[in-house]
């Protein structure tokens, strides 16, 4: 349960990525939207992402990874709900709301995966790492289903605004779950990381593992410097490939606008893709 609620943070991050696509086709009822408007609304959400994703390693190396979760919560609230998603009059108010929720989208992209993978035991690690990306993909369906859900009265402010109850799940189920024993070690916590670790391993893997973390950490370097090692360059081939022929496949121009593809004005046929 305490890995459920940690990789929540991809839940909102892929429902806030899928939801525009159904509001999109009743937004320009209310609000008037040309197509560069509705491109610009659309890409506002990666722009505090990218933000998001580089403030989040060193703040949650200085306040730690469950608190950036939890701090992550109330940042899609406020995006979503509070602000201006649910109740924005303009396109502006949109654009800023989607600049919020991006803050969070950006945040939980870098940190949940750093959580559950500095909470899983060695051999569990790959898979309870995927969840966050199980996590996400199951956030891109539940946005299609409630878009599906509020077609008939068109209640695209509904689509938008309940990314907060998701997100107020996230907050509440934050506070049941333990810190990350590799933060913990590192702010000389030992006694603490060691309750942690034992919640998922036995007394000999827990003194490996701490013993294993001390020495990572006396021998830590300096980010460029892991960037430019030999062993490291593999990965680093073949991570930034997959980013970058995933944009070729065009993956993301289907979650944001399949539905709008789909026979935008046809209320009968528009939720088919």
């Keep these: 349960m305490d890995f459920f609620f940690g990789a929540l943070g991809g839940l909102l991050y892929g429902y806030d990525t899928a939801v525009i696509s159904g509001a999109l086709l009743f937004i320009e009822d209310d609000i008037p939207l040309s197509s560069f408007l509705e491109g610009f609304l659309v890409s506002s959400l990666l ?39 649910a109740f924005a009059p303009n396109v502006a108010l949109l654009v800023v709301g989607r600049v919020i929720l991006s803050l969070g989208v950006g945040g939980s992209t870098a940190i949940v995966p750093v959580y559950l993978s500095d909470r899983a035991p060695t051999e569990q690690r790959g898979a309870l790492a995927s969840l966050n990306q199980l996590m996400i993909t199951t956030g891109i369906v539940l946005a299609y289903l409630i878009n599906y859900a509020f077609t008939p009265i068109e209640g695209w402010r509904w689509m938008l605004g ?16 333990p810190e990350s024993p590799k933060w913990l070690l590192k702010q000389n916590r030992a006694k603490e990381a060691r309750k942690v670790l034992a919640l998922t391993r036995d007394d000999q ?28 360059r593999p990965m680093l081939i073949v991570g930034s490939g997959i980013a970058v022929f995933k944009q070729f496949i065009g993956i993301n121009s289907v979650i944001y ?6 026979q935008k004005r046809d209320l009968t046929i528009r939720l088919r893709f």
């Design 257 to 262: 606008y399949a539905l709008p593809f789909s």
């Design 205 to 232: 893997e827990i003194d490996d593992e701490v013993e294993e973390m001390k020495k990572i950490e006396a021998e830590r370097e300096s980010t460029w410097d892991v960037l430019k090692a030999k062993w490291v």
């Design 47 to 85: 722009v505090g992402a990218i933000a998001g994703a580089g403030m989040s390693g060193y703040v949650s190396d200085r306040f730690g990874r469950r608190r950036v979760v939890f701090v992550i919560a109330p940042i899609y609230i406020i995006g979503s709900l509070v602000l201006v998603l």
């Design 162 to 177: 309940l990314a907060a109850v998701h997100a107020l799940v996230l907050m509440v189920g934050v506070l049941f779950i």
